[in-house]
């Protein structure tokens, strides 16, 4: 049978206890990132200034052993992160890597600074020895503790990591997991033909229609009304 790595997006509920110790790696994690790209912005605007080096061709040497030991050097001088979850530190730096790599790939912008003020605030959460699992119906996070979850769907596969996410108020963990079985469709050997339009979203060579997507509609709208606020 095939297996795939798949995501699972469940919805989980601390309570105020555990809220308050998931803003503060929320802060720890800010603060690494923040501080990481100071250390790199100060690198670049040095190797630009340098007249041996052109600027346009010039790609930081941005590797986990140097991640590693500015994450060091910032646990030595800023004691309030030695609190935080460690592996979601040296998550941020991964994350930090990429977005530098993509960057000068031209593949996305510049990476900025990250705001406490985001609605949308992250940590995510490596599994090192089982350290994420599910136990009496409670998600076990690695030095969190135990939160409770709703969700129907038998969670398959081996869990990678656990992404918690706090977004306009609510609480969700998305899970990461690899080699979650995959059962092929039959094959009936029909062909169809799919227009995509206005009025009807998909229009099928069989004459069967699907409507819009009223729920996007709705989101349109709100991030039409956002941005102006913005």
Same mark, same amino acid.
């Given at each position: 049978?095939? +297996?795939?790595?798949?995501?699972?997006?469940?919805?989980? &509920?601390?309570?105020?206890?555990?809220?308050?110790?998931?803003?503060?790696?929320?802060?720890?994690?800010?603060?690494?990132?923040?501080?990481?790209?100071?250390?790199? /912005?100060?690198?670049?605007?040095?190797?630009?200034?340098?007249? =041996?080096?052109?600027?346009?061709?010039?790609?930081? *040497?941005?590797?986990?052993?140097?991640?590693?030991?500015?994450?060091?050097?910032?646990?030595?001088?800023?004691?309030?992160?030695?609190?935080?979850?460690?592996?979601?530190?040296?998550?941020?730096?991964?994350?930090?890597?990429?977005?530098?790599? *993509?960057?000068?790939?031209?593949?996305?912008? &510049?990476?900025?600074?990250?705001?406490?003020?985001?609605?949308?605030?992250?940590?995510?959460?490596?599994?090192?020895?089982?350290?994420?699992?599910?136990?009496?119906?409670?998600?076990?996070?690695?030095?969190? !503790?135990?939160?409770?979850? *709703?969700?129907?769907?038998?969670?398959?596969?081996?869990?990678?990591?656990? +992404?918690? =996410?706090?977004?306009?108020?609510?609480?969700?963990?998305?899970?990461?997991?690899?080699?979650?079985?995959?059962?092929?469709?039959?094959?009936?050997?029909?062909?169809?033909?799919?227009?995509? !339009?206005?009025?009807?979203?998909? +229009?099928?060579?069989? !004459?069967?229609?699907? /409507?819009?997507?009223? *729920?996007? +509609? /709705?989101?349109?709208?709100?991030?039409?009304?956002?941005?102006?606020?913005?």
């Amino acid at each position: 049978m095939k +297996t795939v790595v798949k995501s699972y997006k469940i919805r989980i &509920y601390p309570d105020k206890s555990l809220q308050e110790r998931l803003f503060e790696n929320f802060g720890c994690n800010r603060f690494v990132f923040n501080q990481l790209l100071s250390n790199n /912005k100060l690198i670049f605007e040095i190797a630009v200034n340098n007249p =041996r080096i052109n600027p346009n061709n010039y790609k930081p *040497r941005i590797n986990r052993v140097t991640l590693n030991n500015w994450l060091n050097e910032f646990k030595k001088k800023h004691f309030f992160l030695k609190n935080a979850e460690s592996t979601s530190l040296q998550s941020i730096c991964d994350i930090f890597k990429d977005s530098i790599i *993509r960057f000068f790939n031209r593949q996305n912008n &510049y990476p900025r600074f990250k705001s406490r003020k985001n609605p949308m605030q992250s940590i995510r959460l490596k599994n090192n020895n089982n350290s994420i699992q599910f136990e009496n119906n409670k998600l076990r996070l690695p030095r969190l !503790g135990f939160v409770k979850y *709703r969700d129907n769907r038998k969670i398959r596969g081996y869990i990678l990591s656990a +992404t918690i =996410r706090f977004e306009n108020g609510r609480w969700f963990a998305v899970l990461n997991c690899k080699n979650v079985p995959v059962e092929p469709l039959s094959k009936t050997g029909d062909k169809i033909g799919i227009d995509l !339009g206005l009025r009807d979203l998909m +229009t099928f060579s069989n !004459g069967e229609k699907r /409507k819009p997507i009223t *729920r996007l +509609t /709705k989101i349109e709208s709100q991030i039409s009304r956002v941005n102006q606020n913005l």
